[in-house]
């Protein structure tokens, strides 16, 4: 199954333990607690669920929703 | 083999490099500190489980090493600033690959070579900053090293290199090509940086940080103290297995946290509890990379952030660990402002202050490389400098839990200490994991179950029978067996047993029938005396409770607790000792007939649980509070004293405290239990050193107390040593007990014992004590022990969980010797005596406010209070009851006292008043003397406009300005003596100046202070001075007067003024010999006396020409030390020698050392004291009169000011009362002459080597000659310079504080010598 931009945010805000709402998709996700382990975790659950292939590298470059979905296949 | 590999790509940068960025100076500026130190080496091996081809590893590493140009680069200084260069193309790039399979423990050599590389520091000169090693440790195992300097690499970095190599490794393997490598540049890191720094958000960030850390909070360290990192660390490396790390990652989520913000709470809270603070603040290395270029940079870019918590019982772990994600999560918006800069923008940098304590360095990178299909794990050898504790977590990538290293510090950890932090954390974090994160914290101890049942159960272990009896019964008994032995001494009078036991029980029959009896009080208004005895026996005898009213107290405290106590009545001896206007009856002793009493042993209804005494202590409220001791309490304390120290008839025992200390109690009755002699001392002689030491003599008493600070006042007292021969035992207790006191006991009093006992009013006297070693060998804190019978004491943290051993907390008691209550007060009774939760339902436990931990043996150590409860000479004070008192006042708007310790060891009360503008604080003083006792009256009190306010608007109870004493004024000293005492007094006091004729009392001196000034002029000036001298000749010039003319040290100022100056010529040491700075005296040197000890001869020796004017100065540098030599030889002809020079002393003592070799002999110790060879001196323009004017105020200590002529600055000299006024003007005006001479002299002179090594002491304060070097002396010694810096200029070298420093030096370099 591919992920979607909401399944992004979802996943996102259980990482920072934060409602999905209250998650914008533009701004910076450092500003909202996102840590490098936090992103070494949603790697390994996208990998497993979802076969992504980026690296920690690529996300934490730009940590923002929007400039991850191509990065982790969102097509639309 | 070492190969030199050849780089892949040229360098991008340019040629004349790059400034550092802000993170690599950090790291620049640490390793310039010591740039020998390795400290600031990292290095991590790689384990490849497969097989390596060496030749195609070296290939891809050649490769990698060429795409990262962060890592080749070395560092110089320039006038700019440090900046970094390419390394020189193409650049060494070195590699070690050997092959030691052939070892009996390949994996273990492997490492032994890594260690020894690991302790290699890198020259950031010359560069490269980094090694690589590849060792074969199996036929399909290699190690693959790595060391890299911190400057140029960081964690992120390591893994970024490795991530690389595997990648190219397995591509060339494969004979596939790697593809181009996707490293970012340098140049990029440092445009980053110098954009930022340049930018709105560091402006933004600086200001976050400075906001907030502007309370500037003290950090607390499992240490307990600070030090530089040094340049290697411990490390203990232990593992989490995979069950207790799935419960923690299972815990992070049911708390919305990561795994590592789980264990970052638990260090909190581990830090929290072991050091007693409920604020800490941890230090998190951040990779400072998120949404930056830096992601793809192997280079240096790591910050650490400061995360303060807060810790209370409680919280909830979930509640803490939030504060901890929270924290992170606000710090984060902040994280590229730079942990040095915070650290220097507060101010700490300068104070030594650490910005956090213990570090959590989360290492979140899952290596999991493979080289062509092998599998690999990382180990960590070096994260860097570690300060204080570093605490490294690793996610193991096998999927077998988590690494926990503990790196700390050698300076403040020992091994075995860091391995018991470590233990004690991994058990918390189990206990966490399996816990309820819901609960809250106060039910997590750091204790693990087992020193849990050390400090509770074994350390405890005082159960012990005792028969029910009460404190009066068994001295009855003793009274039937031995009647006729001598039961009390006062002065020439004395009682028998069975006349004490008749003369008490006719009192107490009468007593009876003033309703004295079981359960009630009568207060008891005796001075010491033998009526005082019969007294207390009497109230006790009828079965009654004594309410000790000391004569001393002032009336209107004596009348209060008269009015709070109620008791049945008061017995005193006179009738005006009973206060005005009480409605309690009185018995006067004097008028009172008891002939018609019988004087058997009365009636009554006494039981082990009726009070026995009450004794009032003072109440932090403003009203002091009586505590009720029972009988059982204090008879279990007399039964395990004679247990533990027995004694019997012949003993004699000293009553010389105050009734209303409670030690008074175990004085009283112990001895007339056992039948021994009680030696009651007179009134007032408790505070007379002599008169004790007499008593003690004539009396023969064998077994007596002091409080420590009155025990150093006797030991200073000459008559003590006598008491040697009788006395058998001391016991101390009331106050901490110092070391020092402890060894000049054994000292003074060889042979005797000295006990130390603990224990407050509320819990009958003592309950700990420790038999102390009075040996010098023994140092560290003298501990108050372990309990006594029937007693347990907890040491619990501010959650009531019983610390570990070696954990501060605040010491509970529990047991017998309880007291029953505070007489009438339930809510204070029930704040201060609580359930005890370790013991049966029902029992209870006094919290006593006293800090402590357990040593690992069983004994405690006190180690302050939790409160502002004061201990002064022994006796408690509660500040808040004089704070009361004062704010009483009218005039008074507000007030607070204070216990300051300007002085080192003398302790004195100040109070602090605002009120109105004419405020008169001596009669202040004497309204508070109406109702204090004395010790409680401040001798000062400061009138304020305002009180200090820290920043969160709470009394600054630090910013209290310290009471002034000045003195200075007056005649200057005569004679070197007088200029030796002067110096003495101000040291003592803590004052800059002293003038001959001040007064010692006058200017603060308190018989501690006394105490410790006549042992140091005894040291100085030898001669045995008594206390007793100073207080019949209170000044230098009267004390100088007592000393006598026949001291070496020169009484007139002619004999001081000869080319040897005796400082000191007893002593069985090798002498000392001080050469003269320019002005050719050396009585700069007296300040060598004291701190050398009274054993080391010392003599100064001089310019001649001070004394007769027709003397011809020397016309060579040769000339005047083949003098000296001379002189030196006349009291020492033979080495070794020892030399030391200040200035041109320096010069000197080098140049006739040099001559003493030349003769053949042995000279073992040149001392220069920021002394310059003369080539350094040679260019510069010889210095006219002015010039030798201004060095004449300058050795008076003054710098000159529009004094002209030689009369004018002698004029000065006589004006500010300088000790070289007392000179006649012949001397002064040779001095002149002999520093314009001897800076020509030295200008001329040209030295030979000395053979040996020389101790150098630079004052370095800036100074304008900063062309002087100590480097210049290379080519004149053919050993070491061995340099200790001074943060001083060059004329102050001799005063107090740089003298210390250098004295420290010099004492341990001549106990080398002598081996």
Request: aromatic share 6%; net charge negative.
């Amino acid at each position: 199954m591919a992920l979607t931009v909401d399944l992004i945010r979802a996943d996102v805000a259980d990482a920072l333990g934060e409602d999905p709402a209250d998650i914008p998709v533009d701004e910076n996700l450092v500003d909202y607690g996102l840590d490098s382990v936090r992103i070494m975790t949603l790697i390994e659950r996208w990998r497993r669920d979802h076969g992504v292939e980026a690296t920690f590298v690529d996300l934490a470059e730009q940590p923002a929703i929007e400039a991850w979905a191509p990065l982790l296949g969102v097509t639309s | 083999m070492t190969a030199v590999l050849e780089p892949a790509q040229p360098t991008a940068l340019p040629s004349t490099g790059l400034p550092l960025t802000a993170a690599q100076s950090g790291m620049w500026f640490a390793q310039a500190l010591d740039p020998a130190s390795p400290a600031q080496n990292t290095a991590e091996y790689i384990e490849i489980h497969g097989p390596v081809d060496p030749a195609v590893f070296a290939r891809s590493l050649r490769q990698v090493l060429g795409e990262a140009d962060a890592l080749r680069v070395r560092v110089v200084e320039t006038p700019d600033g440090p900046r970094q260069l390419p390394l020189a193309d193409p650049p060494p790039l070195p590699l070690t690959v050997e092959d030691l399979r052939s070892a009996g423990d390949p994996d273990a050599a492997a490492r032994a070579w890594m260690r020894a590389d690991l302790a290699v520091p890198f020259d950031l000169a010359t560069g490269p900053l980094f090694a690589q090693a590849l060792f074969r440790v199996g036929d399909e195992r290699w190690l693959w090293y790595q060391r890299v300097h911190h400057l140029v690499m960081d964690g992120f970095g390591y893994s970024l290199l490795a991530r690389r190599t595997a990648e190219v490794y397995t591509a060339l393997a494969a004979g596939e090509d790697p593809g181009p490598g996707r490293f970012g540049r340098l140049t990029e890191l440092v445009a980053e940086d110098t954009a930022y720094r340049a930018s709105d958000a560091y402006a933004k960030d600086r200001a976050h940080w400075n906001e907030a850390f502007t309370d500037r909070p003290e950090v607390p360290s499992l240490a307990g103290r600070t030090a530089l990192p040094s340049r290697t660390f411990h490390r203990r490396t232990e593992h989490i297995g995979t069950e207790v790390t799935d419960r923690i990652k299972e815990l992070a989520a049911g708390i919305r946290a990561s795994w590592p913000e789980v264990l970052i709470a638990t260090q909190a809270l581990y830090v929290s509890r072991a050091t007693g603070a409920e604020e800490v603040v941890l230090g998190l290395p951040m990779m400072g990379r998120m949404g930056s270029a830096a992601l793809r940079i192997p280079g240096m870019v790591m910050n650490v952030l400061p995360l303060r918590l807060t810790v209370t019982p409680g919280a909830t772990f979930a509640e803490l660990t939030r504060q901890v994600v929270l924290g992170i999560r606000a710090a984060r918006r902040h994280q590229r402002y730079r942990y040095e800069d915070l650290r220097r923008d507060l101010g700490l940098l300068g104070e030594g202050r650490a910005l956090v304590g213990p570090l959590v360095n989360v290492m979140p990178f899952d290596y999991g490389l493979t080289f062509a299909g092998a599998r690999t794990d990382a180990h960590n050898l070096s994260a860097g400098p570690v300060e204080d504790l570093t605490v490294n977590i690793y996610d193991r990538a096998d999927g077998t839990g988590l690494r926990i290293d503990y790196d700390g510090n050698p300076e403040l950890y020992e091994e075995s200490g860091l391995a018991v932090h470590q233990r004690r954390f991994l058990d918390l974090l189990g206990r966490i994991a399996a816990a309820d994160p819901h609960t809250p914290l106060a039910t997590h101890g750091i204790a693990t179950a087992a020193e849990r049942a050390l400090v509770l159960d074994e350390f405890n272990n005082t159960a012990h029978d005792v028969p029910p009896t009460t404190l009066i019964g068994p001295i009855e008994a003793q009274a039937v067996r031995t009647p006729d032995a001598t039961a009390l001494v006062f002065g020439a009078e004395s009682l028998t047993y069975a006349e004490l036991n008749t003369r008490a029980n006719r009192l107490a029959r009468h007593l009876q029938s003033l309703g004295v009896r079981p359960g009630a009080l009568a207060a008891v208004a005796v001075p010491r005396s033998l009526d005082l005895v019969v007294t207390l026996l009497a109230v006790l005898k009828a079965g009654g409770a004594y309410l000790p009213l000391d004569p001393d107290y002032p009336a209107e405290r004596l009348a209060y607790m008269l009015d709070d106590a109620k008791p049945a009545c008061v017995i005193a001896d006179t009738r005006d000792r009973v206060p005005a206007g009480t409605e309690v009856p009185a018995v006067l002793l004097q008028e009172a007939d008891l002939d018609g009493y019988l004087g058997t042993d009365p009636c009554r209804a006494l039981t082990p649980q009726h009070p026995a005494y009450v004794i009032y202590t003072s109440g932090s409220t403003g009203r002091p509070k009586g505590v009720v001791v029972p009988h059982a309490a204090i008879d279990n304390r007399l039964r395990w004293m004679q247990h533990t120290y027995p004694i019997g008839p012949g003993d004699r025992v000293l009553q010389k405290t105050p009734s209303g200390f409670d030690v008074s109690v175990w004085e009283f009755f112990w001895a007339l239990r056992v039948g021994a002699t009680l030696v009651v001392a007179e009134p007032g002689g408790h505070k007379d050193p002599a008169y004790l030491a007499r008593v003690i003599r004539e009396q023969a008493v064998t077994t007596c107390h002091f409080v420590p600070s009155m025990l150093q006042v006797f030991l200073a007292e000459p008559a003590a040593a006598a008491c040697a021969t009788g006395l058998r035992r001391v016991f101390c207790s009331g106050e901490a007990l110092p070391r020092d006191t402890v060894q000049e006991f054994g000292r003074r009093l060889p042979g005797v014992e000295l006990h130390n006992l603990y224990g407050p009013t509320e819990a009958a006297v003592d309950v700990t004590y420790h038999p102390c070693d009075t040996s010098a060998a023994k140092d560290g804190p003298v501990p108050i022990g372990r309990p006594v019978w029937n007693t347990r004491l907890y040491v619990l943290d501010a959650a009531h969980q019983p610390c570990p051993p070696g954990v501060v907390g605040e010491l509970f008691l529990a047991g017998v010797q309880l007291a029953t209550e505070y007489l009438g007060r339930p809510d204070l009774t029930e704040d201060r005596f609580v359930p005890d939760p370790f013991a049966a339902p029902g029992a209870r436990m006094y919290r006593t406010g006293d800090l402590a931990r357990w040593s690992d043996k069983g004994e405690v150590e006190y180690l302050g209070r939790t409160d502002h409860q004061v201990k002064l000479r022994g006796l408690r004070i509660e500040l808040g009851e004089i704070e009361a008192v004062l704010a009483d006042c009218a005039e008074v708007t507000g007030a607070c006292v204070l216990v300051r310790e300007d002085r080192p060891g003398d302790q004195r009360l100040v109070g602090y008043v605002t009120g109105q503008a004419d405020l008169d604080t001596e009669d202040l003083r004497g309204r508070l003397a109406e109702s204090l006792p004395d010790y409680m009256v401040p001798g000062t009190v400061l009138v304020l406009d305002d009180f200090p306010l820290s920043p969160n608007g709470k009394l600054d109870r630090k910013a209290l300005p310290a009471p002034s004493l000045s003195a200075g004024g007056g005649r200057a000293p005569r004679t070197l003596q007088e200029e030796t005492l002067t110096r003495l007094f101000a040291e003592v006091l803590g004052l800059e100046q002293v003038g001959v004729d001040d007064a010692f009392f006058d200017l603060g001196g308190t018989s501690l202070l006394a105490a410790r000034l006549v042992a140091r002029v005894r040291d100085t000036l030898g001669g045995d001075l008594a206390i007793g001298s100073l207080f019949q000749a209170p000044t230098p010039a009267a004390l100088a007067g007592r000393l006598g003319a026949d001291e070496g040290a020169g009484t007139a100022p002619d004999e001081a003024l000869g080319v040897l100056l005796p400082l000191r010529t007893t002593g069985d040491r090798t002498p000392l010999f001080a050469l003269h700075p320019a002005g050719g005296m050396s009585w700069c040197y007296s300040g060598l006396l004291s701190r050398l000890g009274p054993d080391q001869p010392v003599y100064g020796v001089q310019a001649r020409g001070l004394v007769d004017p027709d003397e011809q100065l020397p016309s060579t540098m040769e000339e005047m030390a083949a003098d000296y030599a001379d002189r030196i030889r006349s009291v020492q002809p033979h080495g070794p020698y020892r030399l030391i020079g200040w200035s041109v002393g320096g010069v000197l003592a080098h140049t006739v050392a040099v001559r003493l070799q030349e003769a053949g002999e042995d000279v073992d110790l040149l001392a220069l004291l920021d002394a310059y060879p003369s080539d350094q001196w040679q260019d510069q323009a010889v210095p006219a009169e002015a010039d030798a004017l201004t060095a004449l105020l300058r050795m008076a200590g003054y710098d000159r000011g529009d004094e002209l002529t030689r009369e004018e600055v002698l004029a000065t000299l006589r004006r500010e009362g300088s000790a070289l006024a007392g000179l006649s003007d012949h001397t002064l005006t040779a001095i002149v002459d002999i520093v314009i001479n001897n800076a020509r002299l030295m200008r001329a002179h040209r030295h030979r080597v000395f053979d040996g090594d020389v101790l150098f002491f630079t004052a370095a304060a800036p100074r304008a000659e900063d062309w002087l070097t100590r480097e210049s002396w290379r080519p004149y010694v053919s050993g070491l310079l061995d340099n200790l810096d001074i943060d001083c200029l060059h004329p102050q070298l001799t005063q107090s504080r740089p003298l210390d420093e250098i004295t420290a030096v010099l004492t341990s370099r001549l106990k080398e010598l002598d081996g």
